[in-house]
């Protein structure tokens, strides 16, 4: 079905001649629409209920894949990796280096600000390094930015009534000749969090923090991050490894969005203990019921100790802040490292290599209301990296409330998927059916009526049918030059003819509308369609009439005929997505309701091209068709 769609190919001579100007049509008897119709209205479509989102990879895929790094180390893309040759892949530009064994202050997050801080060892305490040995102790936050400090004998008391009011930061750490006993923060159901012997608990501003040497915090840190079991065979130590690394370089280059806290206590740098730095778990969770969940692996233990002291260093000899994610899809994002291709994170038993989910179009109306009902959802921009065109970057949302532009991470957090690397299947809308021309064009009307139309050309029936009713004359005898553009004068000329053709009228005495067609032979046609509102200049006074009319233009121009023949179009639903904003668009839109414009392909109309004279041909046979069955 033709589809306003390029012609068959012309000869060069046909695409270069110059079109003779389209003279005034002799009259002919006019034909009579049988029956009057009735309007279209058309309608908004909504998206599918359900839609389908595929995707790849889980998290912001920037710097090392924890699964990329085990299927590299497993041999997945060749020979077994080192976790030297993983982390050169990962953090191009920065080499190995060793930055000791810093001290690191680690707030504990799940501790609301202004809470009491419990802290228990069975074989005693010391307070702000004074000789105390009370089992519990029990911190309280005062408005005036002082503590109020109890002790007791379990996490749960009883506290002593004799308080002390003592200034922050309060230190608490265990009694220096008790062994090794683990210094425990106690939870108000009961649970406690175990942290080495070796570390302090801090109270600072209202907040709970753990004073830890980096290769003890790791410890808690690793086997959170990547699975330990991968350490069970000697090649899959290797990501591991890679893994102690990372996370050493990115805490040792610290977190400034939990401020500067370490200063005050002379450590090195500050963190945080959950996924917005590392998830850090001191060495186990003390169950309400007295269990132990450990949270140290002896697998991790040993990558930690195989790479004691090692980070990453950037080239001005800074410690890089080496981000990490758990599956990069199969590609970095890049950012602060090079992108690069992770062919590991195909690795077997990855299930976010690839993804497929179900998504709720309510939920997309929900994080963004002002859309309304959902009719589109367009990805503008990619990064260009992978399948689909890689990660989303821009994406447009179609409703009937409005448009709404945001980012691929902003969308991917408002709808809970697991990165920015995903694609929304809309099934593709039905092709927009040319509308039939059997009443403007009935058969036996004369046919090949140009020498230089191709038999194949989809346009075909539509020129021979304009000329037959004397809307379109050709360029010279025999030809119709179906390549060449149309002038706005002489779409003027194709439209004046082409409304008493459907049975309506123009002024035979118009006035002057315009000063840039002085002398045209479409000059009288021009001012006709002026008079009754059907053309509009290009600025005052000036129709530019020699410049070849866009689509979008046409679409307009069509449409206002139609009204000035009686049949006035209203609704039609967002038939392109490449007209948006245009000036044109309802008219566009009014016009693919009825199959007088089908576009160039699906949800593409190019309203800036220029309208080639089959174009033209097939737009105005579907209009005089549309005008005489109204």
């Known amino acids: 079905a033709a589809q306003d769609a390029p012609a068959a190919d012309v000869s060069a001579a046909d695409a270069m001649a110059t079109a003779e100007p389209e003279g005034k049509a002799a009259p002919r008897p006019k034909i009579t629409a049988d029956g009057t119709g009735t309007d279209k209205a058309g309608s908004t479509k909504a998206l599918p209920a359900e839609p389908a989102v595929q995707g790849h990879g889980w998290g912001h895929g920037r710097g090392m894949g924890q ?61 702000g390094g004074e000789a105390d040995t009370p089992p519990a102790v029990r911190v309280t936050p005062r408005a005036d930015g002082g503590y109020d400090l109890q002790t007791g004998t379990s996490c749960t008391g009883p506290w002593s009534t004799n308080e002390r009011i003592i200034d922050g930061p309060v230190r608490i750490s265990a009694l220096a000749d008790t062994g090794e006993k683990a210094l425990r923060l106690c939870y108000g159901d009961g649970s406690a969090i175990a942290y080495h012997h070796s570390t302090e608990m801090v109270a600072h501003e209202g907040k709970t923090y753990n004073l830890v040497r980096m290769e003890e915090m790791l410890r808690g840190i690793v086997p959170r991050e990547s699975p330990a079991s991968w350490g069970n065979t000697e090649n899959g130590m290797a990501s591991l490894r890679a893994q102690a690394v990372a996370a050493r370089s990115y805490a040792a280059a610290g977190d400034t969005r939990w401020g500067s806290p370490h200063t005050v206590v002379g450590a090195d740098a500050t963190s945080c203990d959950d996924q917005f730095c590392q998830v850090y778990g001191g060495i186990a969770r003390i169950t309400p019921q007295g269990g132990i969940e450990t949270r140290t692996n002896p697998n991790t233990d040993r990558a930690i100790a195989d790479t004691a002291h090692q980070v990453r260093k950037s080239s001005s000899g800074d410690t890089a802040r080496t981000e990490f994610s758990s599956s990069t899809g199969g590609y970095t994002a890049g950012g602060t490292f090079p992108a690069v291709p992770d062919q590991g994170d195909a690795v077997g038993g990855n299930p976010n290599h690839a993804w497929n989910i179900k998504l709720a179009r309510t939920k997309i109306e929900a994080a963004y209301p002002a859309v309304g009902t959902l009719t589109n959802v367009a990805f503008t921009k990619r990064n260009g990296l992978g399948s689909m065109g890689g990660r989303a970057e821009a994406v447009l949302l179609q409703g009937t409330g409005g448009d709404k532009k945001v980012t691929g991470n902003e969308l991917r957090r408002a709808l809970g998927l697991k990165s920015d690397w995903f694609d929304i299947t809309i099934p593709p809308p039905p092709a927009i059916e040319p509308r039939s021309i059997d009443t403007a064009c009935p058969s036996g009307q004369p046919s090949g009526t140009f020498s230089d139309v191709a038999g194949d050309n989809p346009h075909r029936r539509a020129i021979d049918c304009v000329a037959d009713h004397a809307i379109a004359q050709g360029t010279s005898a025999g030809r119709f030059s179906p390549a060449l553009d149309v002038t706005r004068a002489q779409m003027a000329s194709f439209v004046a003819r082409m409304i008493p053709e459907a049975g309506g009228s123009l002024s035979d005495s118009p006035p002057d509308a315009f000063s840039d067609d002085t002398g045209s032979v479409h000059e009288h046609a021009i001012n006709q369609l002026a008079a009754a509102g059907i053309l509009r200049g290009t600025s005052s006074g000036v129709y530019g009439a020699d410049d070849p009319i866009d689509r979008a233009q046409l679409a307009s121009i069509l449409d206002r005929a139609l009204a000035h023949l009686g049949v006035t179009l209203t609704g039609g639903e967002n038939a392109f997505d490449d007209d948006s904003g245009s000036v044109h668009e309802t008219a566009i839109n009014h016009l693919a309701a009825e199959g007088v414009v089908a576009g160039r392909a699906a949800r593409t109309y190019a309203p800036s091209d220029s309208t080639r004279r089959d174009q033209m041909a097939s737009m105005i046979a579907r209009t005089l068709d549309l005008a005489l069955d109204r």
């Open 67 to 127: 699964f990329g790094s085990f299927g590299y180390a497993t041999g997945l893309a060749g020979a077994p990796w080192s976790h030297t040759q993983i982390l050169d892949h990962f953090y191009g530009g920065t080499t190995m280096g060793d930055i000791g064994n810093p001290l690191m202050m680690v707030l504990l997050k799940d501790r609301p600000t202004g809470s009491a801080m419990v802290v228990y060892r069975e074989t005693g305490l010391t307070i």
